[in-house]
């Protein structure tokens, strides 16, 4: 499995970097998981949108949503030259207003996935995970063969979070603050992104919806020094990971 990140920051894009969306690969299958600003512009220098195979979505807030409206117009627009009649878009259903905006007639269709049920998404086993935060959002273990991906979405950190995670080789956190950040939060820090890394021992991580006015540096060597032996990595546009 080949994974691209075509966006990274939480919130919204800064300085020319868009925000959540990664562009997952093989056996000739191309899926998006989320879909932020400046993620369509971006996955445009990998491949054909119109290429696309299935769009994931971990929950509707417009840092990962932005540029789906766009990406069906791309679909309207060109219908001669998409890989399939329609473009499945996979989304939770605790939200109808926002889940039935995924279906556009003859250009894509809404799938409902939840969580105590695999998807199967081409070549790929599709989990999911009820995370916490203030809208409803998931996490989700992708699966192929005997390698495995686990994406946090957004979230604070809870425990269940630990046996999701468990053993995967690459873990991708919602890291949006520094390890001081103290309160109410709804994402996790570099200290919990470590620790979680640690604890559910898997074999990379990947620190990401990273905050625009902190350094990366900074947010790299907090998470490095809480994972402990787990090598981690900061999400930048353009990085492509082989699992």
Request: aromatic share 10%.
């Amino acid at each position: 499995m080949l994974i691209t990140v075509l966006g990274y920051y939480g919130g919204y894009p800064y300085k020319g970097h868009g925000t959540s969306g990664y562009l997952l690969q093989d056996e000739g299958q191309n899926i998006l998981i989320d879909c932020g600003s400046g993620v369509l512009n971006e996955l445009s220098n990998y491949i054909d949108p119109l290429q696309l195979d299935a769009v994931v979505l971990s929950h509707y807030h417009h840092d990962h949503t932005a540029d789906l409206g766009v990406l069906q117009y791309n679909w309207q627009l060109d219908p001669q030259n998409r890989k399939h009649e329609v473009l499945p878009i996979y989304g939770h259903t605790q939200d109808f207003v926002n889940f039935a905006q995924l279906t556009m007639d003859g250009v894509s269709q809404g799938i409902a996935y939840n969580d105590y049920e695999t998807s199967e998404i081409g070549p790929f086993k599709f989990e999911f995970l009820r995370t916490i935060h203030p809208v409803p959002a998931y996490a989700m273990k992708i699966t192929k063969d005997d390698k495995s991906i686990v994406y946090t979405s957004d979230t604070a950190y809870f425990d269940g979070l630990i046996d999701f995670a468990k053993g995967s080789d690459l873990l991708i956190t919602d890291t949006n603050f520094a390890e001081d950040k103290t309160g109410k939060i709804w994402h996790m820090t570099t200290k919990q992104s470590g620790k979680l890394a640690k604890d559910a021992g898997v074999k990379r991580l990947m620190i990401s919806h990273l905050p625009q006015k902190i350094d990366v540096d900074t947010m790299l060597k907090q998470s490095q020094n809480y994972a402990g032996n787990v090598p981690t990595i900061n999400a930048f546009t353009g990085l492509e990971v082989e699992v």
